[in-house]
């Protein structure tokens, strides 16, 4: 049901969306692990959901149902500036369809390294993208786990 309601409404291909707690790419994964009564619906947004290659956009949307919570995912390298463009640009583009408050995404980046210099930077962008667009960007080193 879930897929099905998310798929009516951001549209795309079948193919697009998926059944899955997991995103992973290269050694980097994002998976949820979720209590009895949740249900979820991943969409592949780069290259499935959203294929223009010009469109800044994240890998995947993970839904998660009863709770009405998204997850924006980025598989990233080293990055993190672009990580997080690519998440808000995502946000704004899906929630035009899907128009839910913004305390109900959050973007997550699970990147491979970030070098030393650009932690201040993330934490100025995360401030800056939180206090713009009220969404909250996390970040991780190779593996995120979140219980719900």
């Known amino acids: 049901m879930c897929c ?5 409404r951001l549209g795309g291909k079948n193919d697009c969306y998926a059944i899955s707690t997991v995103a992973s790419e290269k050694g980097r994964q994002f998976r949820l692990n979720l209590t009895a009564g949740k249900t979820v619906c991943k969409v592949k ?3 499935c959901l959203i294929d223009d290659p010009k469109i800044a956009k994240c890998d995947y949307l993970i839904k998660v149902r ?5 997850f924006l995912v980025e598989l990233k390298e080293t990055d993190v500036e672009h990580a997080v463009e690519q998440i808000v640009k995502t946000f704004y583009t899906v929630n035009q369809l899907i128009k839910a408050s913004p305390q109900h995404f959050t973007g997550h980046i699970i990147s491979s390294a970030i070098p030393r210099a650009a932690e201040q930077k993330f934490r100025n962008l995360k ?18 786990e979140l219980s719900m």
């Open 45 to 47: 947004i780069d290259a």
């Open 4 to 8: 099905k309601e998310l798929r009516d």
């Open 66 to 70: 009863p709770d009405d919570k998204y």
């Open 127 to 144: 401030e800056k993208t939180l206090r713009k667009n009220k969404l909250n960007i996390v970040k991780h080193s190779f593996k995120c």
